[in-house]
């Protein structure tokens, strides 16, 4: 029986869609499901932890000394790094410093997770919607793409490493694939809200508010800057704006040298 060009490609579609369904379950049962049972020896993941206790106890998180003493009391059991992230971040952390580590280090392994799949799913809505857009004949080819993209992604030693380690590039993926959708779908406050979002979680997206500067996209500029005042303000009444100096001095200028 001989398939017609509609149906070979419905067929590769159907294949591919269950590569992608076969990764992803692979990836939580493989990774996620032993991991958060048998807990790596984690290191990004215990400072933005001890950020956030040090946020809770209206601490500076740059406070190297205390943070150290507050991981022999938490029971840490390693060294962790120093805290080099803005000071709102360490404020987003204050719900997980309030759990046991153990506890907290699963329920941020789940979020990393449940990120990745996010902006994995985020990814191929927007190639997709871009293929339409251009009218792409040749879907199939697209499919296969997109299911190698997957495998790749999560079998990648970069994705596993920022589960093992608890590091936030699962959220900045996710950050950034939406911003690039907020683009394509020309949503300025969305994507200027996610920019300030990934900004708060490490500094140097930042660096794209000058780029919209440049390219006057004032909506975007207005919804970006608005959430990182409130993330200023939020922070005043626990830290004061000394807390801004401490993060020049103690954690961005010794990290460039």
């Known amino acids: 029986m001989t398939l017609s060009d509609g149906q070979?490609?419905?067929?590769?579609?159907?294949?591919c869609l269950g590569i992608i369904v076969l990764c992803v379950a692979e990836f939580l049962i493989a990774t996620l499901g032993v991991q958060i049972r048998q807990l790596p020896r984690s290191t990004d993941f215990a400072s933005y932890y001890l950020a956030g206790a040090m946020a809770e106890a209206?601490?500076?998180?740059?406070?190297?000394d205390a943070t150290?003493?507050?991981a022999?009391?938490?029971?840490?059991?390693?060294e962790p790094y120093p805290f080099l992230y803005p000071p709102a971040f360490a404020l987003l952390m204050r719900p997980l410093a309030q759990m046991p580590y153990p506890q907290a280090r699963q329920v941020w392994m789940l979020v990393t997770t449940l990120a990745l799949l996010a902006?994995?799913?985020l990814t191929v809505s927007l190639v997709l919607e871009l293929a339409a857009h251009l009218h792409l004949q040749n879907t199939s080819t697209l499919w296969i793409m997109l299911a190698a993209f997957a495998a790749a992604s999560l079998n990648s030693t970069g994705v596993h490493?920022?589960?093992r380690a608890g590091s936030v590039g699962n959220l900045l993926y996710l950050c950034w694939v939406s911003i690039a959708y907020a683009?394509?779908?020309q949503r300025p406050w969305s994507g200027g809200l996610t920019l300030s979002l990934a900004t708060i979680l490490k500094?140097?997206?930042?660096?794209?508010f000058v780029w919209l500067f440049w390219q006057r996209r004032w909506r975007w500029l207005l919804a970006g800057g608005v959430v990182l005042i409130l993330a200023l303000v939020a922070g005043l009444p626990r830290w004061g704006f000394g807390v801004g100096s401490d993060y020049l001095n103690t954690a961005l200028l010794p990290a460039l040298n």
């Open 119 to 121: 902006a994995l799913a």
């Open 72 to 78: 022999e009391t938490r029971n840490i059991g390693f």
């Open 183 to 185: 683009l394509w779908r």
């Open 161 to 163: 490493n920022d589960v």
């Open 68 to 70: 150290l003493r507050l």
């Open 203 to 208: 500094l140097t997206p930042g660096v794209v």
């Open 58 to 64: 209206r601490s500076s998180p740059y406070d190297r």
């Open 8 to 15: 070979r490609d419905r067929w590769i579609k159907r294949l």
